[in-house]
T-cell receptor
Framework: KAGVTQTPRYLIKTRGQQVTLSCSPI?????VSWYQQTPGQGLQFLFE???????NKGNFPGRFSGRQFSNSRSEMNVSTLELGDSALYLC???????????FGPGTRLTVL | KNEVEQSPQNLTAQEGEFITINCSYS?????LHWLQQHPGGGIVSLFM???GKKKHGRLIATINIQEKHSSLHITASHPRDSAVYIC??????????FGTGTRLTIIP
């Protein structure tokens, strides 16, 4: 069974631009969660989607948004990028909302 | 406030030693996760537990609900166990809150 895939793996953007990251969950998994990891703040929860509905949202500004499609694939978007948005963005999928999560390799975003 | 604390921050041990990493949390939780992150960023979920003890190979995770404390043990440690170990708690709001991680280095 293929694991969680994230695209792109690496991304360089400049301040003020916007970015869209993609996550394809393990086949059959309906829950996708997104996390941000930075050296200063560590891992932080961004959002959780289940069956196309956002179930939970972390404490991030409105510039961070996401969605989930009917095939459970998910995207997250960050608008008006700031230097502090440079981070590793991880997504994780699970079959149900309370099941073990399987993490993707992450997208490393650098904002210049 | 929902908080998760891990100790130690860094741990260096000789190959074969028994390793313990601790995690404590501030209020009641519904579940606790232990994650392993290797250099390069890849995260593997090791355990999810809400009570008692779980074992997988040389790894053992325990949780004491009353004391709000969990431990991850590694028996017969090996250099390939070198990684960052992160605990994460699911509080009532169902958001995962992460500890700061323990960087484990096993010396051959």
């Amino acid at each position: 069974k293929a694991g969680v895939t994230q695209t792109p793996r690496y991304l360089i953007k400049t301040r003020g631009q916007q970015v869209t990251l993609s996550c394809s969950p393990i086949s059959g998994h309906r829950s996708v969660s997104w996390y941000q990891q930075t050296p200063g703040q560590g891992l932080q929860f961004l959002f959780e989607y289940f069956s196309e509905t956002q179930r939970n949202k972390g404490n991030f500004p409105g510039r961070f948004s996401g969605r989930q499609f009917s095939n459970s694939r998910s995207e997250m978007n960050v608008s008006t990028l700031e230097l502090g948005d440079s981070a590793l963005y991880l997504c994780a999928s699970s079959f149900g909302e309370s099941d073990t999560q399987y993490f993707g390799p992450g997208t490393r975003l650098t904002v210049l | 406030k929902n908080e998760v604390e891990q100790s130690p921050q860094n741990l260096t041990a000789q190959e074969g030693e028994f390793i313990t990493i601790n995690c404590s949390y501030s209020v009641g939780i519904s579940a606790l996760h232990w994650l392993q992150q290797h250099p390069g960023g890849g995260i593997v979920s090791l355990f999810m537990l809400s009570s008692g003890k779980k074992k997988h190979g040389r790894l053992i995770a325990t949780i004491n609900i009353q004391e709000k404390h969990s431990s991850l043990h590694i028996t017969a440690s090996h250099p390939r166990d070198s990684a960052v170990y992160i605990c994460a708690a699911v509080f009532g709001n169902e958001k995962l809150t992460f500890g700061t991680g323990t960087r484990l280095t096993i010396i051959p």
